[in-house]
């Protein structure tokens, strides 16, 4: 899939906007997991996530990729933080990571062991079931509909009654089909019920979906230690993770951030040695820039891939933006020896540490001069209807609601939710803008091109609104109006707010899969209030 032609390291950084937990758990868990180990060798002191890969099933035409996720409350240490009592998946932040192969099946398992969840008589665009979740496999391209990845399903704890009465603890499946043309790329799954995701995911629930194909049999990435690098922005109070029960819980608690579980783990690489990281930004509050510094000037970090789609060749940057969300695949090649650091911007303490020492590799290892891209581009002559551009619009109001969260969080434009009063004061209307889980915002039609324009448009203070889409790419072909050459796949685009606020404009072709599903802010806490809407994947228009 895809075209070729060099991208300019000057057009992606454009592209971009500025801005384990090692105990493992107990129990079922124990006996019934096996890691598989990932393909190539891997720094044997760096904490990685345990691996499910695919193997043939007895009456399966397709290898399968299956897992069971228990999901409860767990003692867990973070090493570097101390012991701490979140939300898992199987006892460990991340969870496992899944490796799978387009046209292979994913089959999850998941355990409701959370309590009962406590009673609630907010609206709806106010946390609540925080002991309730589902599963989103983010970044994929796969059916948002059934049991695959749909979001409007719950995976509800037992009831209070059900508790009391020692019933078993509810058991979901989600099964996933993915398509053989798939791009092969970094992707991650995580909760998303709407109400409850900002609370899990500031728990650690969170883990890595690795596609595996075209990219990985290029020689020297093949060569290439092949490392996940999930990036976990935890809230933790006394041990905790506190009840999102006002505003000011995202402001109020400070954010510890942890690579696969730990607090600035130590990554050993040879002078000379090229060793391939899967960048994870499983944040929910925090957007990452992302630079190697030490020594004389850092290390570059060599992108190969946005958001799990591979660009045609790497692109040597100094610095690599992540929204919350966002994933890049980067080379990194071990330099003069000596110590480095992964700082972000914002974040006071290193996010890991890479000691460049040992024997050189000589001669040193290669970097790839081109890649096989994971998709071809869109122009504006593919856009189905010229006149029907679609413009959607970030904005919050400041003390709509009395109690503990008074702001709303709107999504306007295109398709906005209808105003409870459309004569009346639209900055105070308490629906206008607001999720409404009955309304349908978007109906795309499969086959369809279209042009989208994002941008914010605050009355407080300025505010990150990544945009994400549910289960198609989009390629950004605009910032601030300027466009970009050439234009970058994403799944999820990062954008500042304030006065002005930060624009987008991106082409989308709908394919393959109908069905409902969400397009939203992924500063989560913005999303649990209101700040998304539903979408509505319908077929092919009859002949």
């Known amino acids: 899939m895809g075209e070729s032609g060099e991208i300019s390291r000057r057009s992606v950084l454009k592209a971009f906007p500025a801005v384990g937990l090692a105990g493992a758990s107990r129990g079922l868990w124990d006996e019934r997991h096996t890691a598989a180990p990932a393909p190539s060798p891997q720094p044997a002191s760096f904490p990685q996530p345990a691996v499910s890969a695919a193997r043939p099933v007895p009456g399966s035409v397709w290898p399968l990729v299956e897992e069971t996720l ?223 510094s030490g020594g004389r000037g850092g290390l570059p970090l060599h992108q190969i891939a946005q958001d799990g789609v591979t660009f045609s060749a790497p692109v040597s940057l100094k610095v690599v933006e992540l929204a919350m969300g966002n994933r890049a695949d980067v080379l990194v090649r071990g330099g003069e020896p000596g110590r480095y650091e992964l700082r972000a911007d914002m974040v006071p303490v290193p996010l890991m540490t890479i000691e460049v020492a040992g024997e050189p590799v000589d001669p040193p290892m290669g970097l790839p001069a081109a890649l096989p891209p994971g998709r071809p581009f869109l122009d504006e002559n593919d856009i189905t209807n010229p006149h029907a551009d679609r413009q959607v619009v970030f904005h919050a109001d400041a003390g709509v609601f009395k109690g503990a969260f008074p702001n709303a969080f709107r999504v306007l434009g295109t398709g906005a939710t209808p105003a409870s009063d459309p004569d009346g004061d639209l900055t105070r209307d308490p629906a206008y803008g607001l999720f409404d889980p009955g309304y349908t915002n978007h109906t795309l039609r499969l086959g369809t091109v279209e042009r989208w324009t994002v941008r914010t448009d605050e009355t407080l203070p300025a505010h990150s609104h990544p945009f994400h889409l549910h289960t198609n790419q989009v390629l950004l072909t605009h910032r601030d109006g300027r466009r970009l050459d050439p234009p970058v796949w994403h799944d999820t685009i990062g954008l500042a707010g304030g006065k002005p606020g930060e624009s987008v404009t991106f082409l989308v072709r709908y394919e393959d899969f109908t069905g409902r599903t969400a397009v939203h802010c992924h500063q989560l806490q913005h999303e649990d209030l209101g700040m998304m809407q539903t979408v509505h994947y319908v077929g092919h228009p009859k002949p």
């Open 70 to 292: 228990d999901v409860r409350f767990t003692d867990v240490s973070v090493p570097g933080y101390g012991r701490i009592t979140t939300r898992t998946y199987n006892g460990a932040v991340p969870g496992p990571t899944l490796r799978v192969r387009g046209g292979q099946t994913l089959r999850l398992t998941h355990i409701n062991g959370l309590p009962p969840n406590p009673p609630h008589t907010g609206g709806h665009n106010t946390p609540h079931r925080p002991n309730s979740f589902n599963l989103h496999a983010h970044g994929m391209h796969v059916s948002p509909r059934g049991h695959a990845d749909n979001v409007l399903r719950e995976f509800a704890p037992r009831t209070a009654d059900e508790a009391a009465a020692r019933a078993a603890e509810p058991r979901y499946v989600t099964t996933i089909h993915v398509p053989a043309d798939h791009p092969a790329g970094t992707y991650w799954y995580h909760p998303h019920l709407h109400g409850s995701i900002a609370e899990q995911i500031a728990g650690g629930m969170a883990g890595v979906i690795i596609v595996e194909g075209d990219v990985d049999e290029v020689p020297e990435i093949e060569a290439a230690a092949d490392i996940v690098v999930c990036i976990n922005e935890l809230k933790l109070k006394d041990g905790k993770v506190p009840a999102f029960t006002s505003g000011r819980w995202v402001t109020g608690i400070p954010s510890t951030f942890t690579v696969n579980g730990t607090v600035n783990p130590t990554l050993r690489l040879r002078p000379g040695e090229v060793q391939r990281w899967r960048l994870v930004a499983a944040t929910a509050f925090t957007g990452l820039r992302l630079q190697l």
